[in-house]
């Protein structure tokens, strides 16, 4: 008999599997947006890790993730400017396959990628609009959509803290029942989800603990743009702290 295949798992999961509870904290709490880079070139160490980390999104998730170095012309338009961004020479392409559920989909990879390379030393910001897709080196094939990007280098500064929401108003029991009524996850959870970027900091999601108190269900609300991507974030940040508590749950 032929023993099963097992995957190895990919660089954020074996960064990820070193950290408890307060360090997952700190992780998520230190990655700030950072729109100036310095001209210093991605170590290839970091490179590698982050090319591995994409590889096996792609391959889970069906995605066409691409890691585009030294391409700073994505980054040298009026829109670019006008977002404040400066010296971007890197960014990640989130692409895929244009189908229901691509946006959340390209939000939860992004963000292992964001988080990888906070981990890695590096810095991020998550860009909707102010790039030039013609300009960037990813390649989109016919019936993919190249859904936004993250702008990727060293940040002449480590960024500053966004605005967050209490974690009442994101989240609920079934019951409706205080949060301090709920479990040990959930509530470690939101704390999470609650230091997820989100576009304008406006963090329109939600997450709701089902009866069983083993499920949650997810849902955006009306939002100013990228409600899926945004919600896709906040679930890698909600699987990440619930999991650090315990693993008897699950997204319904």
């Not at 963090?203 to 069983?212: H, I, S, T």
Request: hydrophobic share 45%.
């Amino acid at each position: 008999m032929t023993a099963p295949t097992v995957t190895p798992p990919s660089p954020f999961d074996r960064h990820i599997a070193t950290l408890n509870r307060t360090d997952l904290m700190s992780l998520l709490a230190a990655r700030h947006s950072v729109r100036s880079f310095t001209d210093r070139p991605i170590e290839e160490g970091a490179v590698e890790q982050l090319q591995a980390e994409a590889d096996a999104l792609n391959e889970r998730l069906g995605l066409s993730i691409q890691l585009c170095l030294d391409n700073p012309e994505a980054f040298d338009g009026r829109l670019a400017r006008y977002g404040s961004f400066r010296n971007v020479r890197n960014h990640i392409a989130l692409v895929g396959p244009t189908r229901s559920g691509l946006d959340e989909a390209c939000g939860y990879a992004g963000e292992r990628l964001v988080l990888l390379a906070q981990e890695l030393g590096l810095n991020t910001c998550w860009a909707a609009l102010t790039y030039s897709k013609k300009a960037s080196a990813a390649r989109v094939a016919a019936g993919e959509k190249f859904v936004c990007c993250i702008a990727l280098g060293y940040g002449e500064k480590a960024g500053v803290a966004h605005k967050v929401k209490p974690i009442e108003k994101l989240g609920r029991t079934a019951a409706g029942s205080e949060l301090a009524t709920a479990p040990a996850w959930f509530a470690a959870g939101l704390e999470a989800a609650q230091l997820a970027p989100t576009a304008v900091n406006q963090q329109r999601f939600r997450f709701e603990l089902a009866v069983d108190e083993h499920a949650v269900r997810t849902r955006t609300l009306p939002a100013v743009s990228c409600g899926h991507i945004d919600l896709g974030i906040a679930k890698l940040h909600f699987e990440l702290g619930a999991n650090s508590v315990s693993r008897d749950w699950s997204f319904a």
